[in-house]
C-alpha cells in the first residue's frame, strides 16, 4: 500500500521560498503511468490545484501560480518536491501532496497534508 | 479557466438520500471524480471517472455525468458521511490543469 508524507517548515516569513517534500513509501516514484499532485487548502476554503509532475519530469501547474512554483523529482530518494516563491499570508494552508494515473486522473493516495503559515 | 460550481451545503436525513450537484460547461465531456474530506484528514476519493468506486467505498456512494451536470449520489445516508464533498476534473484548455469543485458541506441532520 503506498503511503505519501508531507514534509517541511511549518513557519515562513513573507517573500521567503516555500520549499516541501513527500515521501513515497511502499511503492516507486517512477513505476507505472503515475504522476504526483500538490494540492493546498486555506483555512475556511476549498482545495487548490498546484501542480503535477510526471515519471519522465513533464509538469503541469496552476496558471494563477505560475511563475512562482516548481515541482521537481529526486528519484534515488523516491521524493518529489514543492518550492514556492516569494510567498505571502495568501499561500497559509494546509498543503497535500497525491498521487494520480492509477484510476483514470483521480487521486488515489494521499498524504495527510502539512500545515504552512506565512508570517513575519 | 474552467469553472466547478457546487451549492455549499446539503442537509439530509439519516438513511434518506444526498445529491450533490457539479456544475461546468459541458463537464459532460470530461471524467469527474469525488471526494470525500473530513477535517482533520486526507481527502478520500469515492468516485471515479463519473461512476466507478475504488475498492473500499460503499455502493451507497455513486455517480453520474451528463450535459452540464455531474452528480454525486449517497443513499442511505449515515452520520460518518458528514463531510466536504470536492468533484475534479483535467480541463484540457490551453491553460490546462486539475480543477476542483467550490465544494459541499454535507450535515447529517
Known amino acids: 500500500q503506498v503511503q505519501l508524507q508531507e514534509s517541511g517548515p511549518g513557519l515562513v516569513k513573507p517573500s521567503q521560498n516555500l520549499s516541501l517534500t513527500c515521501t513515497v513509501s511502499s511503492g516507486s516514484l517512477t513505476s507505472g503511468s503515475y504522476f504526483w499532485s500538490w494540492i493546498r487548502q486555506p483555512a475556511g476554503k476549498g482545495l487548490e490545484w498546484i501542480g503535477r509532475?510526471?515519471?519522465?519530469?513533464?509538469?503541469n501547474y496552476n496558471p494563477s501560480l505560475k511563475g512562482r512554483v516548481t515541482i521537481s523529482m529526486n528519484t534515488s530518494k523516491n521524493q518529489f518536491s514543492l518550492k514556492l516563491r516569494s510567498v505571502t499570508a495568501a499561500d497559509t494552508a494546509v498543503y497535500y501532496c497525491?498521487?494520480?494515473?492509477?484510476?483514470?486522473?483521480?487521486?488515489?493516495?494521499w498524504g495527510k497534508g502539512t500545515t504552512v503559515t506565512v508570517s513575519s | 479557466s474552467y469553472v466547478l460550481t457546487q451549492p455549499p451545503s446539503v442537509s439530509v436525513a439519516p438513511g434518506k438520500t444526498a445529491r450533490i450537484t457539479c456544475g461546468g460547461n459541458?463537464?459532460?465531456?470530461?471524467?469527474v471524480h469525488w471526494y470525500q474530506h473530513k477535517a482533520g484528514q486526507a481527502p478520500l476519493l469515492v468516485i471515479y471517472?463519473?461512476?466507478d468506486r475504488p475498492s473500499g467505498i460503499p455502493e451507497r456512494f455513486s455517480g453520474s455525468n451528463s450535459g452540464n451536470t455531474a452528480t454525486l449520489t449517497i443513499s442511505r445516508v449515515e452520520a460518518g458521511d458528514e463531510a466536504d464533498y470536492y468533484c475534479?476534473?483535467?480541463?484540457?484548455?490551453?491553460?490546462?490543469?486539475?480543477?476542483f469543485g467550490t465544494g459541499t458541506k454535507v450535515t447529517v441532520l
Open positions: 509532475i510526471y515519471s519522465s519530469e513533464t509538469t
Open positions: 497525491a498521487r494520480g494515473g492509477n484510476l483514470a486522473i483521480a487521486l488515489d493516495v
Open positions: 475534479h476534473v483535467w480541463d484540457s484548455s490551453p491553460d490546462h490543469g486539475d480543477v
Open positions: 459541458n463537464i459532460g465531456s470530461k471524467g
Open positions: 471517472h463519473d461512476v
